[in-house]
């Protein structure tokens, strides 16, 4: 049974590279009070104790890619009391959501020596795709803030503090200067998901989207801005189609600015 | 009478410039003002007078801000940047209170952190109408402590335009290029005819203390003169217009009008213009609590009329649509702000305009609204 005292925390891998679920053992100074507070019950990168749940919260890294994957996750869902996805894989389908729009057999037969051991899905899809979720932390890679506000609101038993807003509005709260109205860089920010403290444009680069779409974004008025500042409707397309390729606002984002000739 | 008693106009050499902020450091303030950072006159601390963005000026319009070098060396030569003064006054993230768990109670801990005294140095016309909006938006229920308490320590060491930007429409607003009488100190940059010079005007107590320490004359007829051109030649430059004119109830009267559907095609809804606006006073506060659960604080923020989550009422937000979240901002900002405050909240800066990214231009989207008020949207093409 789970300790009413010390939350058990849980943390699984699907289709993704790592580098969310190692935010968590970035999390140095804050990682040692939560290792006193909550029990860490499975958590491959760090331990290699595993329990069968129930679990008090559970983060998921990863898309769904694979017809054990669909299984396995609707397996955690009902082993979990609160079920977190983190990154831009497990939130939108990641970078592998590329293959969503392509064809998946011809990738097998060129990438893989032997293409028969391979069982794959044809799509990449969020874990929200497949089962109820109730937190995301979007990201590639989610913020340490973000995981440290989620882990405490937990134990206090509170809802987390992420805002759904732009990253435009850290970005001037920051204080910093537009890259795109002052140097012309291209930037996504005004219609990504806040939550990084708008990195790339404290380094004097565009936003990329790695947190794919802000609540209620307008991409489609951002097109004829990025094409002004130099960009060829084919790396508009590809702006929108990298890191949250298959999140719907860039979906569609990414199409439009084909329609405006991009890729063939 | 006193040399730099209240209304007296001062003549001050540039030579003497660096002694007028070794002044104002003696006299306590810590000095903020125009300095240059990654491509952009931005506000900032003025240790000496190198900080300054001297022989610099911009070149801005509706989304796009370039620095360019001027022929001269004035210290003044430009005009707003994407700061205003209300990241000091209102700063983006602001601590509330904190507490510390007491038992089963918890206890209120003081705030150990020094006032400190700013003096805003090159605050323009339009600046200058902006605090004194803010001095109302924040006294409306009750005075709000912090706010108050900075405004009454800072120090307005005002700047008269001595040209503008084309996104600047304070005369459409009544809101410069001239400065009226609300300042401690104002200066006036002459840089030609010679000798490269200030003349400064007296506006307060706490200014004459400040000028005191400084070696200036008697201006002249000449020193007059040469500033009221400065600010006349501003006043031709202005860029846009916006004419005030029942624009109240030109906005609150058509809300259906096809140009806010125009607009919300165009709009991101990305914030920034209200992040730059020096009048939006919107925030929202956060709890932040320590992981550990001892101890947490209360934290305001800036936040935006355009985010889909600042009319949540009740889970659902109230303004779904872009439409209804930028006509939200132009009727507030222009109209319904009137009945709330006793003015417009625009004071003509176009900082919105050219921090806008994709160039959103409120002057201009007035004036369709204002050139056929009465319009409908075209019918639905047959499929
Ligand atoms: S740099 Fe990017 S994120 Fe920052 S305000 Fe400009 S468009 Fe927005
Ligand atoms: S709006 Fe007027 S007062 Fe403000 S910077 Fe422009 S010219 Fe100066
Ligand atoms: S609405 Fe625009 S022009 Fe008016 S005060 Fe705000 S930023 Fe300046
Ligand atoms: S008007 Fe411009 S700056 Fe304001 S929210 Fe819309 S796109 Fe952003």
Redesign the pocket.
Known sequence: MPDPVRPSLAVWKFASCDGCQLTLLDCEDELLPIADRVEIATFHEATSRAVDGPYDVSLVEGSISTPDDAVRIREIRARSRLLVTIGACATAGGIQALRNFADVEEFRRVVYARPEYVRTLATSTPISAHVPVDFELRGCPIDKGQLLEILGAVLAHRAPNLPTDSVCIDCKRRGRVCVTVAHGTPCLGPVTHTGCGAICPGFHRGCYGCFGPAEGANPAGLLPKLETLGMAPPAVERLFQTFTAAAPAFRAAGEAARARGGRP | MAPNAVGERRRLLRADFPAFLTALRERGYRVVGPTLRDGAIVLGEIRDETDLPIGWTERQDAGTYRLVRRDDAAVFGYTVGPH?WKKYLFPPRERLWSAVADGTSFRLEPDAAEPVADAFLGMRA?DLA?VRISDRVFDRTAPDPGYHGRRRRTLRIAVQCGGAAP?C?CTS?GTGPGVGSDHDLALTEIVDPGPHRFLVEVGSEAGAAVLDRVPTEPAGAADVAAAEAAVARAAAEVGRHLDPAGVRELLLDHPDHPRWADVARRCLSCTN?TM?????FCSTTEEVPSLAGDRTEKWRRWDSCFNLEFSQVHGRPVRQSGLSRYRQWLTH??ASWHDQFGS??????????T?CPVGID?TEEVRAIRADPTAVAPPEAAP
């Open positions: 205003s339009c902006a996104t429409f607003m213009c730059a606006c020096p009048t939006c900002k222009l417009s909240g625009c004071v003509g800066c176009g900082r919105c305009i921090w409120l």
